[in-house]
């Protein structure tokens, strides 16, 4: 059975973006349910399902990362939407009917990155790799705040 989605640092999802070895949507998946703010830069693997959509594609997300062994979620600070998307995910994936139906015998674990992208941004913003279509002009405002 899924566990309850549960806060991960972002140090954990960065060594796994970086390791060379790992594979995201085989390895990880990354879920971030911004929406117009994923313009501008998200993190690399990041599949961008905004949280006002997430009712209507979390079937489709369960299936497609139903032998993914473990499921990032985070928005713009993964205070709301974030958690939310990852508990409408856990609860959907946790569905006797849903399991059945996709036969998941795999467990998974899913995560909020603690933070949301913004953490991230203040923290990996100058590390080569860690930011995919960057556009530091959307960013300037969180740049000239730290």
Not at 65 to 79: E, G, N, R, T
Request: glycine fraction near 6%.
């Amino acid at each position: 059975m899924s566990s309850v989605p549960v806060f991960a640092e972002p140090e954990e999802l960065r060594d796994l973006v970086l390791d060379t070895e790992k594979e995201p949507e085989r390895d990880y998946a990354i879920i971030d349910v911004r929406d117009s703010d994923f313009k501008g830069g998200h993190i690399p693997g990041a599949k961008n399902v905004p949280a006002n959509q997430m009712y209507d594609k979390v079937g489709d997300l369960v299936r497609e990362y139903a032998d993914v062994p473990i499921v990032y979620f985070h928005c713009a600070l993964s205070q709301v939407r974030g958690p939310k998307s990852a508990r409408i995910y856990c609860e959907t994936r946790n569905n006797p009917e849903t399991r059945s139906n996709l036969n998941i015998k795999t467990d998974q674990k899913v995560k909020i990155i603690r933070n949301g992208f913004e953490g991230w941004h203040a923290k990996y913003r100058k590390e080569e790799g860690l930011i995919k279509d960057y556009e530091k002009k959307i960013w300037e405002w969180a740049i000239e705040e730290q």
